[in-house]
């Protein structure tokens, strides 16, 4: 028991840290070649140099994440043997698949990144622009790779559990990967988008007012808002789908105790037993959600064998009822800067905007690891839903604690490493200003036209 | 060639291309840590290797990547014996993976000298540690230590004289490789000191590399005799090539001449990788578990050659193309 408990902290850990990075990886060079399109198109210089200091942020990042990303292939080994030893024939077919992408946009990053000084400006654009393909290619086969978990199909076992035969399109387009995918894509840019805007907004806070500034928090707050309502009804349907793929994880999220008709949705709260306590509940809004009918039967865990039933009800349920409020929230953000930008082609006056949108790219990063928590706590006790459990895949090796604190030290460095690096890039710039592209890591003299 | 047989060789050709360029880079970093402590010692050879690696390493990074989806993917079951076996080794070097990653992105991007010589240790350190560790994997695959159902044991599975051996010969290996890469580099930048400065350390390499090759075989002797038996006849072609490509390596440095330098150093390596895998053929633990026994079913390999086929149109014309705009200095910070 300890040792699975300490794996499954331990991959927790490592994913809430990777995920950060992997959606920067696949959604800032989507903000970056904005920004350069703008800077070529119009000949806006602002536009160009937060393009050159993105991806010059980007160079960091993509390093910490290639590694991160690394460390992760190694605990599926390291941590659940026995799951890759089983299905890894089929599992791992995803990822295969995400070495093509995750191989190209590495190479195509670096052109990129270090092409600035020396390559002609559209040339060099365009020399992006396979960066953005594969982001979204490589977050699809390793969220697929993930809905196959949810929801495998695509191989036949022998007698002995052992797969026999495999069916590659059938894992790869396995029935969540349809909602799992473009749910975990959209995120990466509404992560990336308010992080992004968020940095901008703070410094306009501290009366950094320029249109460098303005541009800054525009362009990836921009593309964070069109993404946000796509997202909530991406979300709302994959909650359905979840509710008749995995009925013992939607019973979990949404504290569904007895199965049938009429289910109250609970909005937070504490799961029990006998009810939810201190939530607020709307009558027959769970059975309408699900099936648009108050008579739709939702399932609930007393039809789940008590083995099969995802452990931390009350977590699961909170963890899914803050990441629909902050995707609610960010939702309003996004719909205030619509408004403003309607009315008078501007950003909102009120420093209540720029305080939202300052604290956005936090709320963005909770409501992706909250998803990540539902989606993972809730398949439990299963890593591999209806076949294998997580119990039977962890290594039997000792000192996973150990591992566990090492990795808590050496991850605490790079986050703060990477942060004060982050910082320092950005207080250079600022200090020289104009000129800041000479001196500096990544920097080009200036870009050729 | 069966499918199995297929997906080993590909498997191999990712292990090749890895020990060629990622080796090269985790070299760069064995000579950065040798560069000398001083306030000025050091910073040529330094800049000179940030300057190689900075566009290329993440690149050549996703060999290893590769070589691990390959494994669990078609030899799911030699994925999880190794696992469950070499998780010391394995799990020091992701921590090394991890520190040299970020020592080397974080020291570029710091001003002040106390910072950049931590990160710069970081990187240079765990530069030598990492394929230390890998190459004590290797060494403890091929000297039979990993049974096919895992679980072997954890220390002893790889602290033996071969596998030690092996791990030495991956860190001069990478070293040596990475100064006849750097030697061209300096070359071409017109840059006459630092490339004696590598050409010097390549011949040292060269022969430290050569020297721990000679005991590894005695230790190939003692500890994998079926490997070893394989590896004199079987493989004895491709032991040849290495040492002849070798000695050329020694030749050319000794003439002071450049040309066929690079070519010859990657035969030296890649005829090991191949000898390697000749003399464990047809196993892929030797000799518990054969390559057709751990192979996954055939739509699964399948996959996996489409996919290395679609990698050899996408990916490497993309890298092709990387290494032309890095030698031409066309890409830099």
Known sequence: ?449 | MSRADAAAAILWTGATLYALFGGADFGGGFWDLLAGFGEHKGAAPRARIQRSLTPVWEANHVWLIFILVVLWTAFPEAFGAIMTTLYVPIALAAFGIVLRGAGFAFRKSVQRLSYRRAMGAAFALSSVLTPFFMGTVVGAIAAGNVPADGNGDAFSSWIQPLPLLTGALFVLAGAYLAAVFLVADSARAGDKEMESWFATRALLAGVAAGAVAMLGLIALHGEARYVYDRLIVEGLPLVIVSILCGFGVLGVLLARRRRGLRPLAAGAVVAVIWGWGVAQFPYLLPTSLRIDQAAAPSATLDSVLVVFAIAAIVVLPALGLLYWLSQRELLGE
């Open chain 1, 1 to 449: 028991m300890s040792n699975l408990l300490a794996a499954r902290e331990l991959m927790a850990f490592t994913l809430a840290f990777h995920i950060v990075l992997a959606s920067l990886g696949v959604a800032l060079p989507a903000m970056i070649l904005t920004a350069n399109w703008l800077g070529l198109k119009r000949d806006d210089a602002d536009a160009m140099r937060l393009a050159r200091r993105w991806s010059k942020a980007m160079a960091v990042t993509f390093a910490v994440g290639a590694v991160t990303g690394t460390v992760l292939s190694f605990e599926f080994g390291l941590l659940w043997p026995h799951f890759m030893a089983r299905f890894g024939d089929a599992f791992g077919i995803a990822f295969a698949v995400e070495g093509i992408f995750f191989f190209t946009e590495a190479i195509f990053l670096a052109i990129y990144i270090y092409g600035w000084k020396r390559l002609g400006g559209w040339a060099h654009f365009w020399s992006g622009v396979p960066m953005v393909i594969t982001g979204i290619g490589g977050a699809f086969s390793v969220v697929t790779a993930n809905s196959w978990m949810n929801t495998p199909q695509g191989f036949t076992l022998d007698a002995a559990g052992k797969v026999v035969e495999t069916e590659p399109f059938k894992v790869l387009f396995n029935p969540a990967w349809v909602y799992e995918v473009p749910h975990m894509i959209l995120a990466a840019y509404m992560v990336v988008g308010f992080l992004v805007a968020s940095i901008y907004a703070v410094g306009m806070l501290r009366g950094r007012r320029d249109r460098l500034h303005r541009l800054g928090l525009l362009i990836p707050l921009t593309i964070a808002c069109v993404a946000t309502p796509i997202q909530l009804f991406v979300g709302d349907t994959a909650a359905r789908e979840v509710a008749e793929h995995q009925p013992a994880k939607f019973a979990g999220i949404e504290c569904i105790q007895e199965s049938g008709p009429e289910q109250t949705e609970y909005i937070g709260g504490i799961c029990t037993s006998d009810g939810v306590k201190a939530s607020i509940p709307i009558p027959y809004l769970d059975s309408f959600l699900v099936g648009f009918s108050k008579n739709t039967e939702v399932t609930g865990l007393n039809d789940i064998p008590a083995d099969e039933r995802p452990p931390a009800n009350t977590l699961l349920h909170l963890a899914f009822d803050a990441m629909v409020g902050i995707g609610s929230a960010l939702l309003l953000l996004g719909l205030w800067l619509a408004w403003s930008w309607w009315r008078k082609r501007d950003i909102p006056r009120s420093v209540w905007f720029l305080r939202a949108v300052a604290v956005s790219g936090a709320g963005a990063i909770l409501a992706l690891w909250f998803g990540w928590i539902v989606t993972e706590v809730g398949r439990q006790p299963w890593i591999v839903q209806g076949y294998m459990r997580t119990s039977e895949a962890v290594t039997g090796a000792q000192g996973i604690w150990f591992a566990f604190a090492a990795v808590l030290v050496l991850y605490t460095g790079l986050g703060v490493g990477a942060v004060l690096v982050l910082r320092a890039m950005s207080r250079r710039w600022r200090a020289e200003g104009e000129g800041d592209e000479s001196e500096t890591p990544y920097a080009p003299a200036e870009a050729t036209r």
